[in-house]
């Protein structure tokens, strides 16, 4: 058998390339596997993929052309990802937006993606995949040219990318560059890399082609081989028609001129169908490939714990194995026994999870109906007949498939089993979220294509971002105080825990947890009470495995994802036993201006508090200038030994001291990207990513900022005499006061203090917003010596505030965001298979929460609640399929049904309950009642006042406010 070879490199394994996209990476273990005699490789603009059926149908013509590898242009679909449909597995790169534009993608048989080692998404025009082969690896690229309508600066910066992309690649390595050019080289121009068997005349863009082939040394393949004409045209002119023939060659496979020998073929297939002015570019060579044997995870189904009979022999078997656990054993040792013995568990009981292969609706009478519309090709009107027929079938099946969808959704809700209800609800839409994939680049901008290089610059900024000058932590090894931890405390923090949760290193989930019995939860108890009286902490507890997550799909830089911890499920429940300790002091310290992270307040009771505070101030005419700081990674800044020293001025027992500062001073993390791991590295400052502990430190350590850099500072808002300058939660924090240069020496105070304990403010990213009725012009804030841009708006824990303080323009976004969700989910709402009680409550929770938050603190107009009015009766008219040409009055609607309007009562009702909440917790709720019931320093100017929060509940309930306070402060709900 001939097998591909290379001038300079024998038998030699090129090594392994890493990529930006999702890598499919092999171990040091790899079989050799010897692939078919021939391997055929196809390129086909289809003109769009996102078409009901398409997928299928190019599976079908990849079978019966026997086509291995298949080059996509024109994909068509948004993001970049991979999927697999039947057998066959689609790697595919399109546009970061959403939009249906453009894309790329290699669709390849199962036997192949055994094989393949890297994808790397480049663009909406350009993808790289890497196959693993022996003696030399194989790289495709797959491109789509911009069409000759586009501005030649378009086509330069695609063979621009393409060109830093394989200049990455080892030249010993076969390349493939093939896909829709746009570009034709005509008949008859023979050179090294141009064949005499082109079609037609030249143009502009094939002298471009030319140009990066020669530069390259790609053979431009199709031009060497001498086939009838009608297999050398790829592409059929819209003005082509009996008589008159318009067709061009403008689809090409270029290869390294070393490997050119190695195809034995190249010809176009006419025959071919996809309802596409392009047929199919086939080249077949030999290759052998090798097979890549995977790191499999293996995962059990955790759902047979549900069963009674499944969950009884596992709690016994647990509980007796924990029993027998020899009483010589170090807590270390425990941690690990307990850790093996729910292995076995596992293995004994839970069977390996294997998930089932997701229902196709596509059937085989429609694969029939596609072959036959085929083999109608030459006979136009039969064509079109057929092409209408199958679009007809196809979307009966997709009907079907929906009512069977719906049907299991109705199922799940008489059984009240809401979480795999929600998540045939997520199928059904579609509204599964698919694993981002974004690129890597270096300081330069180029992409990193090496799986070390990668590895080592994610290890690099660990290092950077967690690296810190800090003191040995030799503090307190003989602690006294502390009690000892009791069974009864292990129940409470076990019933806190929630399963269905990511398991940590020592893969032990909470559902086991739950099962231990009164004996077992002795047997744990010891075991903590010998790590909190040593203060020696297991090894495995110490170490925290990264993920990285792209924050947005087009991410490049490190600090464009987003990092979270896995954590032992043993040391959560450890540690939720110390936070219920340390809470009731730590959270005195806390003043009421933090919302973060803080019982019984959240985001709600913040955005209430600016809204209301800045609402009055305007009816006063008192200015408020404001600043929206925005930290530099907060959260990772922190300084460990301030921090310690803050926890010590709390009073918290010395041995919880002890666990908190060995859980820091000894902690080491390595991060997961693409199936890989970094190396360990120390974390120097910050706070543990995941830990339930660390939203408390952290505001403890915010708290000490702000008290040490506002102490005898009075400036801000007059509230009954006393100054309120700032409102926080967590770290997104807002300053404000009455005049520029009191916020600007808020500001500067705040921004010394925080330097001091490592915390940097983002000058970029912070903003100054004026809130008066004056026009102000030529104010000017600055934090350490930087201008701190204006802005009229800003997204304030994900509502708009604006200099108007007007709620009109945030509940137009909110409505906004709203409709979006329907129409996502629109195949639910607008299906006849689903009651109208089992849509009511889907809308209830996807549409109406995306619409009602934040509704609390809104101040409504009439304008704005009959936009809301109309906006449920336009949700209401699509779920029954009313189109607009139909006269059906608002009152008919809501007779089909069968209800009344409730958004606008809903709204009344939360806010009136919501005044109610804050009125009966006076201690809870202080300030907010201050800011509510206050005396703000102005005077009001002439004229009528804007309508106010307070004004919607009196005109809503015909109650003045004096009496909405007092029969609100007693709980006569």
Request: aromatic share 8%; net charge positive.
């Amino acid at each position: 058998m001939t097998m591909l070879t290379t001038k300079s490199v024998s038998g030699v394994s090129s090594p392994p390339i890493g990529s930006p996209g999702r890598t499919v990476l092999s171990n040091s273990n790899k079989q050799k596997l010897r692939y078919k005699k021939e391997t055929r490789i196809c390129t086909w603009n289809v003109k769009t993929m996102a078409k009901e059926g398409k997928i299928y149908n190019a599976i079908q013509e990849m079978e019966r052309m026997k086509i291995d590898i298949m080059g996509i242009a024109e994909m068509r679909w948004p993001a970049s990802g991979e999927m697999q449909i039947k057998d066959h597995k689609v790697f595919y790169s399109g546009k970061d937006n959403g939009a249906h534009e453009n894309g790329v993608a290699i669709m390849v048989t199962a036997e192949v993606a055994r094989c393949v080692k890297n994808f790397v998404p480049i663009s909406d025009r350009v993808m790289l995949l890497q196959i693993q082969a022996s003696p030399i690896n194989i790289n495709i690229v797959q491109i789509y040219a911009p069409t000759a309508d586009k501005q030649e600066e378009e086509a330069l910066q695609l063979y621009e990318s393409v060109n830093q992309i394989i200049s990455r690649i080892p030249k010993h390595e076969l390349l493939i560059v093939m896909g829709d050019f746009n570009a034709k080289l005509g008949a008859g121009y023979k050179t090294t890399y141009i064949g005499s068997h082109g079609l037609g005349e030249r143009n502009d863009r094939g002298d471009l082609l030319e140009t990066f082939a020669e530069s390259k040394e790609l053979v431009v393949l199709n031009t060497f081989f001498k086939q009838p004409v009608r297999k050398l045209y790829t592409w059929k002119s819209p003005l082509d028609k009996p008589g008159r023939i318009v067709r061009n060659q403008i689809d090409y496979i270029l290869v390294n001129k070393r490997f050119r020998n190695s195809f034995k073929s190249v010809k176009t297939y006419p025959g071919a169908d996809l309802e596409s002015d392009h047929v199919p570019l086939v080249g077949d060579f030999r290759v052998k490939m090798k097979k890549i044997k995977r790191k499999k995870l293996q995962t059990h189904n955790l759902g047979l714990i549900k069963d009674e009979n499944v969950s009884k022999k596992i709690q016994d078997n647990f509980n007796k194995e924990l029993w027998e656990l020899e009483e010589n054993l170090s807590a270390h040792q425990k941690v690990a026994k307990i850790g093996t013995i729910v292995e076995k568990i596992k293995d004994k009981y839970l069977k390996p999870e294997v998930r089932e292969k997701r229902k196709t609706w596509i059937t085989d009478e429609i694969l029939d109906l596609m072959e036959e519309r085929r083999l109608c090709k030459g006979r136009p009107n039969d064509y079109r007949n057929m092409k209408i027929l199958v679009r007809r079938k196809i979307r009966e099946a997709k009907e079907k498939e929906v009512k069977e969808r719906c049907e299991e959704i109705e199922a799940l809700q008489k059984k009240h089993d809401s979480y795999n209800m929600h998540r045939k609800v997520k199928e059904a839409t579609g509204s599964f979220k698919k694993k981002q994939k974004g690129n890597l680049t270096d300081a330069t901008g180029n992409i990193i294509i090496e799986k070390e290089k990668k590895m080592n610059t994610w290890k690099e900024y660990l290092e950077t971002l967690f690296y810190d000058q800090r003191e040995d932590g030799n503090y307190n090894k003989n602690a006294l105080s502390g009690p000892e931890i009791t069974p009864q405390e292990v129940q409470a923090a076990l019933k806190l825990l929630k399963c269905r949760k990511a398991a940590g290193p020592d893969n032990i989930q909470t559902e086991f947890l739950k099962l231990l019995d009164d004996r077992g939860i002795d047997v744990i108890t010891e075991v903590f009470n010998n790590i909190y009286n040593s203060g020696d902490i297991p090894v495995e507890w110490l170490k925290s495995e990264f993920i990285a997550l792209p924050k947005k799909p087009s991410a490049k830089k490190c600090d464009e994802y987003r990092t979270i911890s896995l954590m032992s499920h043993l040391l959560k429940l450890f540690l939720k036993i110390i936070h219920k300790r340390i809470y009731k002091k730590c959270e005195s310290q806390i003043s009421p201006n933090q919302f973060g992270f803080v019982n019984a307040v959240g985001t709600r009771e913040a955005l209430f508090a600016i809204q209301i505070l800045v609402q009055r101030c305007r009816d006063v005419n008192c200015d408020v200038y404001i600043c929206l700081v925005d930290y530099q990674k907060a959260f990772d800044r922190v300084k460990h030994g301030k921090m310690i020293d803050i926890l010590k001025e709390t009073g918290i027992d010395e041995k919880d001291l002890r666990i908190i500062g060995n859980l820091y001073w000894n902690q080491t993390a390595n991060l997961r990207f693409e199936d890989e791991h970094t190396e360990y590295v120390q974390i120097l400052r910050g706070v543990r990513q995941g830990c339930i502990l660390s939203p408390l430190i952290f505001n403890l350590y915010s708290e000490k900022i702000f008290r040490e850099a506002l102490k005898d500072v009075d400036k801000g808002i007059s509230i009954d005499g006393n100054r309120l300058n700032n409102i926080r939660y967590a770290d997104d924090t807002i300053v404000f006061a009455d005049k520029l240069e009191d916020l600007q020496l808020l500001i500067d105070k705040i921004t010394l203090h925080s330097n001091n304990y490592g915390l940097d403010i983002n000058a970029n990213k912070t903003k100054l917003m004026i809130i008066s009725k004056n026009v102000i012009n030529d104010c000017h804030l600055y934090t350490n010596g930087i201008q701190i841009e204006r802005v009229t708006k800003y997204n304030y824990l994900g509502t708009n505030i604006n200099e108007e303080w007007d709620n009109t323009l945030e509940i137009k976004v909110r409505i906004g965001k709203a409709r979006s969700v329907f129409n996502q989910m629109s195949a639910v709402f607008k299906t006849h298979n689903l009651n109208l009680d089992t849509k009511m409550r889907i809308l209830r929770c996807y549409v109406f929460s995306v619409l009602l938050y934040g509704v609390e603190s809104w101040t409504l107009n009439e304008a704005i609640s009959k936009k809301l009015n109309a906006f449920e009766m336009w949700l209401y008219r699509r779920m029954l399929k009313i189109p607009w040409t139909d006269k059906v009055t608002n009152v008919e609607v809501l007779r089909r049904m069968k209800k009344e309007q409730e958004i606008m009562n809903t709204i009344k009702c939360r806010k009136m309950q919501y005044l109610g909440h804050i009125m009966r917790n006076g201690a809870r709720y202080s300030l907010l009642q201050s800011i509510l019931q206050g005396k703000i320093l102005g005077r009001r100017g002439p004229g009528r006042r804007r309508t106010s929060w307070l004004k919607n509940l009196r005109t809503w309930f015909g109650k003045t406010s004096p009496e909405l306070f007092s029969e609100n402060c007693h709980d006569n709900r």
